[in-house]
């Protein structure tokens, strides 16, 4: 989650500078309640960039955005001017509303996280609290907060919950760290608060939920469909990365896709899956190069690869799905920047670029990272000073 301090480090590791915490409250797109054509996220878009009033404008500082809709509400985290994290819920009007835990701590890389919503405007997310440690929590759409904790989750600073995704029955899927630093995934019941733990049959390395490239995490999604299907990945004892789906009923079935290493950092990382069941994603091959993946639910895999580069900077990943199958993501061009893109059900491919996205390599660029069922793409784009800006691409 944004509040943890190795997670923190996404951006600094993407960006090779960045000095700061940067918060990631991770993970997941809600499902949404009515499907767009397959082509019209690729229909005359807008993008608007944007930042949410108190955001620092230091490097590492800025506007996240975390989750959309389908009313294309999103909701995210800022870093403030003193490094702390805050969240945020923007209406499609622009309508902003800030929130904090009362539990969050104020020191630097602490704070609170939005990291998804559902159709009726409940929110799951994280907070830090002053001794380092991630806790769950959910927002009613009341402004209600309840906290919660993984099973087992360690109490110790880095460690502790993060809900990722929730889907329209409010369900929150996610993962916590244990005392000895290994992660597993959960999820939560929404009527009785139950939580349950998910842990990959051949996870040796931990189970997780959100996309590592390696050890950098992103937000991706949806985590869980309507139906309740959820996916991730697991590590294995190299390293390797290796994609599950998990049905209602606990069935884990493992995946790996045609063409993934089997090297450390090196495989298949399941990102999101779709009221239908297909599921999108990312691998990396023995060359150690990213390609995007779509997975039918008869298992079929094809390759997404955006952009004619074929050097390690230029690779490829898939971050979202929506119900209508389009999906989007980011790839490094010429330059090693990330550029974004839009792809069809059909496979119509649509590159674009933020306002005030950076054009240096590094991590500097446009994230889409999230696609509801009306075709908005929200992500983040991190500029040549190494700031972080929100934005949404509606069609």
């Known amino acids: 989650m944004n509040l943890n301090p190795k997670e923190a480090t996404m951006l600094v590791q993407q960006a090779q500078a960045l000095a700061g915490a940067i918060a990631l409250a991770l993970l997941g797109a809600a499902s949404a309640a009515s ?109 209600t907060l309840t906290e919660f904790d993984g099973p087992g989750a360690g109490t110790g600073e880095s460690k502790g919950t993060y809900p990722r995704g929730i889907n329209t029955a409010g369900t929150i899927v996610g993962e916590y760290t244990d005392s000895s630093d290994v992660s597993y995934g959960f999820v939560r019941n929404a009527k009785t608060g139950k939580i349950a733990k998910i842990s990959a049959p051949d996870a040796a390395g931990g189970t997780f939920m959100a996309l590592s490239i390696p050890d950098v995490f992103l937000n991706n999604g949806p985590l869980i469909n309507t139906a309740g299907d959820i996916v991730g990945y697991y590590k294995d004892g190299i390293g390797a990365y290796h994609g599950f789906v998990r049905a209602t009923d606990g069935t884990i079935t493992e995946f790996d896709a045609p063409g993934a290493g089997t090297a450390e950092g090196q495989g298949t990382v399941a990102a999101g899956i779709n009221a239908a069941g297909t599921i999108v994603g990312s691998y990396r091959d023995s060359s150690n190069i990213w390609h995007g993946f779509i997975r039918a639910t008869d298992g079929t895999v094809t390759d997404i690869n955006a952009g004619a580069g074929t050097g390690v900077a230029n690779g490829t990943f898939a971050f979202g799905i929506n119900d209508a199958g389009a999906v989007c993501g980011t790839y490094g061009n010429a330059s090693g920047a990330a550029e974004g893109f839009v792809r069809s059900k059909s496979g119509k491919l649509k590159d674009f670029k933020a306002p005030a996205a950076g054009t240096g390599g590094g991590g500097e660029g446009t994230w889409p990272l999230l696609i509801n069922d009306a075709g908005d793409v929200a992500g983040f784009v991190l500029d040549d000073a190494l700031v972080v800006h929100g934005f949404v691409r509606t069609p």
């Open 35 to 143: 499907a767009a054509e397959p082509d019209e996220a690729l229909v005359k878009p807008v993008t608007t960039t944007f930042e949410i009033a108190g955001s620092g404008t230091a490097e590492g500082q800025g506007t996240e955005v975390l989750n959309i809709n389908s009313a294309g509400t999103l909701v995210g985290t800022y870093l403030d001017s003193s490094s702390v994290h805050h969240a945020f819920i923007r209406t499609s009007a622009g309508v902003e509303t800030i929130f904090d835990d009362p539990s969050a701590g104020t020191g630097v890389g602490q704070g609170t996280g939005a990291s998804a919503i559902n159709t009726a405007g409940v929110i799951a997310g994280a907070y830090g609290d002053s001794a380092g440690v991630a806790h769950g929590f959910v927002r009613a759409t009341d402004g």
